[in-house]
């Protein structure tokens, strides 16, 4: 049974909760606002960005807007003009957005999609008036396009995976500058009526003076967006495009590498290959969209950073594929990461033997497909399919042949090449429905994913790969009180299936470690051929109100919880109980724009009743009258017991300690602006750890970019595991001697990026980035006692010894322990590398794009023996052997209907 006395959360921070709870303004009614589109009748728009031609004249502008930035509600200090014509098959958006007189207009360019410190205009439309969904179409004053989405009542987070095809045009004259829109209809999505009726706001963002102005305010302290917007009438007869879109492309590549032996037959540090494939984009009726890819190529996506994982649990990279990135927030709904779509196509899990072998790098997707959508009844469906090939590694063996049929045996070399399955063929499906309800106040959704793989029993695959896998659960959300409060929460399951040896895989991995001996309430069974597993939450918050927010959070996973198929968990077997409250400002004064003060407090169980560190935790954050902006924040953790640190032994005390750290900003809407941050930690066992990271970004007249991301960290780890060795007569700690050490560690990292825009459809983008790191264990030992982080430290305890090793036999520690020996891992590391990536991107014609790719990947070793990583270090990569890669890919839209 579990102890929850032993929470230990404080009684106050749960009293203030609760009041901030129960007291606040609940929202207010308003009076919707209304815009008129009006049709075409006569000459069709010349998309220029002039608004000379006649409709213009006879349409109906709207010029009502106000401040949300600085002074909310205020009148700015500029007019803004905005209307909207229609046809058959096109909405067009115009704008006049005057200046103040003798002022600088921001018009750097920038590629698409990425809308920088530039004066902007964004139209957002709620197509369904669902009072919930909203489609962003934005302009830049030097004419660069981007789009979102938003999938939930919110102003963030916005989705800019969308990619539509649709067009605009800027016009720049001396006291304003004119923007002109075309959006096809077939690029929306809106339920078939007659008369159409669509939620609209404008935003003008003009960063020069800091003035974010609105056609509809939203105000400051509520979380609202779309459930606030006017009302777009005007649009009748027209319909919902059952459009056909079809994406071919074709690629060429090649690989050159010096990480090769040149007895190594499968390669002379050359790879060249071409392929061709398609995408396809259909209409399914009025509501729906079918989107498939066949024989993917991903040629053009920006390569992962360096990093250096000690843990044991695996780093997980954000997804940059177009195919899984557009649209990818309805299937991750709040709750478990079900699917991380980076599964997909990942490397194969198993390996080739013998003196040299050819391995894949990555499975091959055959197809995917997925239908997304949003039915007139408010249900948001979406469902993906993907197919990956087997995959086959190659392995060869040079061996001596002893002929003996002669009279004297001859002695030969003999090579042979055997093929091995390294990934059986997988079929991967996610499914999701979303309900909404009270227009769009209470939504109810459910998502289900699955994962079968065609592998036999007696394959060698079937200890590394479930068979199958499946996954699952509901979700809700409840906003009452006019949005002010939301009781949200989740529930779920996983199943997988597999043989006996992978099932105990399974139990014994990070995720799980059932193999713990003095775990009560799991035990590891190596017959069982099944896993199943649970999840549940529930979060009840004050979401809106002038200045009090808060919230008490409950989750639960159980132990044999599992979503590693097709999605992501670190650990399961936990139960965390939590709470926090936010006072803030958002009402400007004599020297903040806004601030905010917030504390919260969490523990953690397993299911055996063990109790996991305690944090409290505690923050404020301002930005000042200038828009620069600051935040400072600390935590005090209270040590705890640990089921994860020995890697699958038993249970082990964690330090408490505290930690800290601080963020300045200058004015992000400053073309050169930057960001300064650090951070420290101390635990009581003399554990430190401090890093100092920044950012600065600055335009080099309109069309260059520069920007960089310095990283610096070093640290004194108290504890990091280094080994377990198995010693029968070691009965304290079960048989095994669990052996940690202190780590001394350095990082240093360089992320630079530098982009010239030709114009908004080309541009030329670098990125590179240097790394270096180092780490030394010293003062190694091993755990005395279970529930305890105390070191028997080998060469100080009575009775031992231990010596560094590196001869033909290895390089390792050397421990004595009276009359036992033992070999503990040699783990220090230096690691230097280097990441480039050069893209040229043209978009040669409407939704058609061309690519050329460099990609340059230097890494090894520096002889560093010290903790610490110098900043000169960083050049010793450019010294390494490395790899390029070389791409050209093109492909062409083809709007069939």
Not at 27 to 49: C, H, S, Y
Not at 328 to 349: T, V
Request: glycine share 10%.
């Amino acid at each position: 049974m579990i102890d929850f006395s032993r929470c230990r959360l404080s009684a106050g921070t749960i009293v203030i909760v609760l009041v901030c709870l129960v007291t606040g303004a609940i929202g207010q009614e308003f009076e919707r606002k209304e815009m008129e589109a009006v049709r075409i009748n006569g000459t069709p728009i010349e998309l220029d960005g002039v608004l000379d031609e006649a409709a213009w004249k006879q349409a109906k502008f709207v010029s009502d807007f106000l401040q949300k930035e600085p002074d909310e509600n205020g009148q700015p200090q500029v007019r803004t003009e905005v209307a909207i014509l229609y046809d058959d098959n096109s909405l067009y958006i115009g704008g006049r957005m005057y200046t103040l007189e003798g002022e600088t207009l921001r018009a750097h360019l920038d590629r698409r999609d990425r809308q920088g410190p530039v004066e902007q205009l964004i139209v957002s439309l709620d197509t369904y008036l669902d009072r919930r969904t909203a489609y962003g179409f934005g302009i830049t004053a030097s004419g660069v396009r981007f789009d979102r989405t938003q999938k939930d009542d919110r102003e963030n987070p916005k989705d800019f995976s969308f990619d539509p095809v649709w067009e605009a045009q800027t016009s720049v004259n001396g006291d304003s500058w004119t923007a002109e829109m075309r959006i096809p209809f077939s690029q929306l999505r809106f339920i078939n009526q007659e008369e159409q009726v669509w939620g609209i706001n404008i935003n003008r963002w003009i960063p020069t003076r800091f003035e974010d102005i609105f056609w509809v305010v939203i105000p400051r302290g509520e979380q609202a967006w779309s459930s606030h917007f006017g009302n777009l009438v005007g649009i009748s007869g027209i319909e919902p495009a059952r459009r056909l879109e079809v994406l071919p492309y074709a690629a060429s590549d090649g690989s050159f590498t010096d990480w090769y032996d040149k007895d190594d037959p499968f390669t002379d540090g050359s790879d060249l290959a071409g392929r061709m494939g398609a995408d396809l984009k259909m209409g399914l009726g009025p509501n729906l969209t079918l989107e498939a890819t066949f024989n993917p190529d991903f040629g053009q996506v920006e390569a992962d950073p360096a990093v250096v994982n000690l843990s044991q649990y695996e780093t997980y990279f954000p997804e940059r594929r177009p195919f899984f990135t557009e649209g990818n927030e309805l299937f991750r709904p709040s709750g478990p990461d079900y699917f991380y779509s980076r599964r997909i196509g990942a490397a194969p899990h198993g390996w080739a033997d013998g003196d040299f072998t050819d391995q894949p790098d990555n499975t091959t997707i055959l197809g995917a497909s997925k239908i997304t959508g949003r039915l007139s009844s408010g249900t948001s469906i979406g469902i993906l399919s993907a197919v990956t090939a087997r995959e086959h590694a190659k392995g060869f063996f040079s061996y001596f042949e002893v002929d003996s049929s002669g009279p004297i045996p001859d002695t030969t070399w003999a090579d042979s090449t055997h093929k091995f399955e390294v990934e059986p063929p997988a079929f991967y499906n996610v499914a999701r429905v979303q309900q909404e309800l009270r227009n769009g106040a209470t939504t109810v959704g459910a998502i289900l994913t699955s994962t079968i793989r065609d592998v036999d029993n007696k394959s060698s695959l079937s200890s590394v790969v479930n068979k199958q896998a499946y996954s699952g659960g509901v979700d809700w959300r409840h906003r009452f009180a006019s949005n002010t409060y939301e009781f949200a929460g989740w529930a779920g399951f996983s199943h997988v299936r597999g043989s006996a040896e992978r099932i105990a895989n399974v139990q014994s991995n990070s995720t799980h470690y059932y193999q713990r001996p003095d775990a009560g309430h799991v035990s590891f069974d190596p017959t069982r051929t099944s896993l199943s597993g649970y999840t549940a939450s529930a979060h009840f918050s004050k979401i809106s109100g002038r200045h009090w927010v808060g919230g008490i959070d409950f989750d639960a996973e159980s132990p044999g919880f599992e979503l590693n198929d097709v999605g992501e968990l670190s650990s399961a077997d936990d139960i965390v109980l939590g709470s926090w409250v936010e006072y803030r400002e958002q009402t400007p004064g004599p020297l903040f724009r806004n601030y905010n003060f917030w504390t919260s407090v969490n523990t953690s169980w397993n299911f055996d009743g063990v109790q996991g560190q305690r944090h409290h935790n505690f923050g404020a954050h301002c930005t000042w009258l200038n828009n620069w902006g600051a935040s400072l924040s600390g935590a005090r953790h209270i040590g705890g017991l640990s089921d994860s640190r020995t890697r699958g032994g038993p249970l082990m005390a964690q330090e408490s300690g505290w930690s800290a750290s601080a963020w300045l900003n200058s004015n992000h809407a400053l073309a050169t602006n930057f960001g300064l941050g650090a951070s420290m930690y101390k635990d009581d066992l003399d554990g430190w750890d401090y890093s100092l990271n920044g950012n600065f970004s600055t335009r080099i007249g309109t069309r260059l970019q520069l920007s960089l991301y310095p990283r610096f960290s070093r640290s004194d780890g108290s504890r990091q595991w280094v080994d377990a060795i198995g010693d029968s007569t070691i009965t304290e700690t079960y048989g095994r001697r669990y052996v940690f050490a202190r780590i001394r560690q350095s990082s240093i990292s360089m992320q630079i990026r530098a982009n010239y825009f030709f114009t908004p459809d080309l541009s030329l983008e670098v990125y590179a980035q240097p790394f270096v790191a180092s780490g030394q264990y010293y003062d190694h030992g091993e755990l005395v006692r279970p529930e305890t982080n105390e070191l028997r430290t080998y060469g100080e305890a009575p009775g031992t010894t231990i010596q560094e090793i590196n001869d033909t036999t290895g390089h390792y520690y050397e421990v004595t322990d009276g009359t036992d020996t033992l070999n503990v891992r040699y783990r220090d590391y230096s690691r230097v590398s280097f990441r480039s990536n050069v893209v040229l991107r043209w978009e040669w014609s409407a939704g058609s794009i061309l690519y050329l790719v460099w990609q340059r990947n230097l890494a090894g070793s520096y002889d560093n023996r010290g903790y610490r990583a110098r900043p000169g270090d960083l050049f010793d990569a450019f010294g390494e052997d490395g790899s390029d890669f070389v791409a050209l890919k093109i492909s062409y839209w083809i709007p069939v209907t």
